[in-house]
């Protein structure tokens, strides 16, 4: 994480190691970085919130992305998040009361050869139904880590 | 290294494909990866093995094919399987044995979409394994690299690009000798730096991801002949955290080319040196554009700041900086290699060469396609795409993400080219081409890049942060049927306003959606304004039941 010899533009840098390895940004670990960098915080905490990919937020246990690009949005992303509201009752940045399921979008993860695609954890899914996008869900949180 | 050392490693690489008589090609890029691909290759490795055919058989993961609707696509000893389950690899290594190719799965590569594609960036995408800068070299790699830094001087590579008339395949379309010309001149006393935009914000467009995942040494050799034509030492990657493959062949084309002292220090023993390092972005759109990309590599918001001074002048962290799409540096070896008059015969008289767009959308076969400039609309969407599927009719066609427009049907013999995509209120774009058919409200299309640009919006500038929200609520009001006749002039207004004012290409181009679909499609935004209705049903009208 210090390969950049502790210079200020390393910050992106950083947070992205700090986001790998506790899923999200926390207070502390920003303070460490802007500390150790020389950075203002603030200037530490507005990159953090700027830049899309980061969130300050703790993630549920799993996570489930469902891609909002131009193809899948035109190939139907819109029921997809609109079942998976139905079954948890969560909107897309939330998680689940139980900390169980997160739910989130993505601008395009690039697959838009088979729109519309959701991505569990790191396994791409793609030509999802509404139906079929619940069912995968509810085996997902179900299995184990 | 020297060019007799590249001929070697050549040699040897020819060698050992020759000693295998069968070769099995498995797409690991990834759209056929989320299909399944990494499945098929395990099973096709492990049947090879069993069947000891270890030593005749051998099965490689490649780059993208193209045809990422069929996928997983496979090609074995030159003909193209696709849509193959890990269940077929016992199949198809019989089919080794006895010479008879499986004709299940068998795709016709004699279609439009094979055979109108002219590739000079993806020459090698589906044909080499992008992890090993091996295979990259013999199919003529870094020859353009070494032969230009030992035998050319800066002037001369300057020249070939020129002469090539090569465009930026960012989206704007600005010459790419003149560009970098302007960088060789500036006088600067220290460092000059090159960076490559692998920010791919649009939403529906993955061609530079596909490049760095299929050939990412053919990028990074185009940049060190850049670095060497306008004087830099150091370069970096500007790419998105969301490409994790991507980011990974990187890393790996980048140490296997410092490994082989083809990138570092002191190129092929000449006192050319040029570092490069990989930055991941995070996710900003507007870091697409060039100053806000600086900001982000140096380590601060993602901001642009007005232009003059162009980062040509006054770049990274102050010195002269040549910023570059991949897919522009990707067609810098080959312009090398055969010279700028070859490549300026390909394409119009205004747009050179070929340009690889992300087919995608209601089209029946998407994917990734790389064709000749000037080509019509309509024999990329119905002949290489294959017509609209499910017997719907086409609407629009979509070039240039939220930067850019829909072209309707009328326009559909439009030969692509920069000037032209213009001409109808489009933008080349960096080559997202997305296909909607009648089922698509053109009203929520535009609401939906709105939304996107607002959310994007950096908010330094205030045209573009408010002025992108009011937009958005004023098409929200439309599309629910609260609207009333005169938010229509309003809206038009505005789109006025935002355009000229903003800061960046981002608002500049943000109204693009809205004012190509109102130009085309205006009574599509008539029929919810005055008669609350959504002609194609998707928008749910606050007052009445939604029509179709």
């Not at chain 2, 919006?457 to 609207?483: D, F, N, Q």
Request: aromatic share 6%; hydrophobic share 35%.
């Amino acid at each position: 994480m210090r390969r950049n010899g502790y210079q200020g533009h390393a910050l992106i840098e950083a947070l992205h190691s700090v986001q790998e390895a506790f899923g999200y940004l926390e207070p502390e670990g920003l303070r460490y970085v802007a500390q150790s960098l020389r950075v203002p915080l603030s200037q530490a905490y507005g990159a953090a919130t700027f830049y899309h990919f980061f969130t300050m937020k703790p993630p549920g246990r799993r996570t489930c992305v469902v891609c909002t690009g131009t193809a899948c949005y035109i190939n139907g992303a819109p029921a997809l998040l609109a079942a998976m509201e139905a079954k948890y009752g969560i909107k897309p940045g939330e998680t689940t009361p139980d900390g169980e399921l997160s739910l989130l979008t993505a601008r395009c993860v690039g697959s838009c050869s088979i729109a519309p695609v959701a991505v569990f954890e790191k396994d791409v899914v793609g030509r999802l139904t509404a139906a079929e996008m619940v069912a995968k869900a509810e085996r997902f949180v179900g299995h184990d880590v | 290294m020297t060019s007799e050392e590249l001929q070697e490693i050549t040699a040897t690489e020819k060698e050992a494909r020759a000693r295998h008589p069968h070769h099995i090609c498995v797409c690991t890029a990834a759209g056929c990866l989320s299909a399944g691909s990494g499945e098929v290759k395990k099973a096709l490795d492990k049947e090879v093995l069993e069947s000891g055919m270890k030593d005749e058989c051998h099965v490689k993961g490649v780059g993208c094919m193209g045809l990422c609707s069929a996928g997983p696509l496979i090609v074995v000893d030159g003909a193209m399987y696709r849509d193959v389950k890990p269940d077929d690899a016992t199949d198809i290594v019989r089919s080794l044995e006895d010479g008879k190719p499986v004709k299940r799965l068998a795709c016709d590569t004699s279609a439009p979409f094979f055979t109108r594609q002219t590739r000079i960036v993806l020459e090698n995408s589906g044909r080499i394994d992008p992890e090993r800068i091996e295979d990259y070299i013999a199919e003529e790699g870094y020859a353009a690299l070494l032969a230009v830094v030992t035998e050319k001087r800066p002037m001369e590579v300057l020249d070939q690009v020129i002469k090539s008339g090569l465009r930026g395949r960012g989206g704007a379309g600005y010459p790419t000798g003149l560009k970098w010309s302007t960088v060789a001149k500036a006088s600067s006393s220290g460092q000059k730096y090159v960076i490559c935009n692998a920010d791919e914000g649009d939403p529906g467009a993955f061609m530079d991801r596909a490049v760095l995942e299929s050939d990412p040494h053919r990028v990074l050799e185009g940049m060190a002949i850049a670095a060497y034509a306008v004087g830099a030492s150091r370069g970096y990657i500007y790419v998105r955290a969301e490409y994790p493959l991507a980011v990974k062949h990187l890393r790996t084309a980048i140490r296997q080319a410092e490994r082989l002292e083809l990138l570092g220090n002191d190129i092929a023993g000449t006192h050319f040196s040029f570092k490069v390092e990989v930055r991941l972005g995070a996710g900003a759109f507007v870091c697409g554009e060039e100053t806000a990309l600086i900001a982000s590599v140096e380590g601060k918001r993602g901001t642009p700041r007005p232009r003059p001074p162009y980062p040509a002048q006054e770049g990274l962290w102050g010195h002269p900086t040549l910023i570059n799409n991949v897919e522009t540096f990707a067609n810098i070896p080959p312009i090398l290699r055969k010279g700028g008059e070859w490549f300026a015969k390909i394409g119009t008289a205004k747009s050179k060469g070929t340009k690889v767009f992300a087919l995608a959308g209601r089209v029946n076969n998407t994917g990734l396609i790389e064709v000749p400039m000037g080509i019509p609309l309509r024999e990329i969407i119905h002949e290489i795409g294959g017509g609209i599927p499910g017997g719907r009719n086409f609407k629009a066609v979509q070039t240039g993400g939220p930067s850019g427009g829909c072209i309707p049907a009328d326009h559909l013999d439009l030969p692509v080219d920069y000037e032209s995509l213009a001409k109808v209120g489009s933008i080349m774009g960096s080559g997202g081409m997305i296909v909607t058919d009648d089922s698509s409200c053109m009203v929520d299309v535009a609401k939906f890049f709105i939304e996107f640009c607002m959310s994007e919006s950096c908010g330094k500038c205030v045209p573009c942060r408010v002025g992108t929200t009011h937009l958005y609520h004023l098409l929200e009001r439309i599309s629910s049927g609260e609207a009333e006749e005169r938010d229509l002039a309003t809206l038009e207004e505005l789109c006025d306003v935002v355009r000229n004012t903003s800061l960046c290409g981002l608002g500049q181009s943000a109204p693009n959606p809205i004012l190509s679909t109102l130009h085309y499609f205006r009574d599509e935004y008539q029929a919810h304004v005055s008669e609350k209705r959504c002609p194609a049903g998707v928008c749910h009208m606050a007052d009445q039941e939604v029509k179709a």
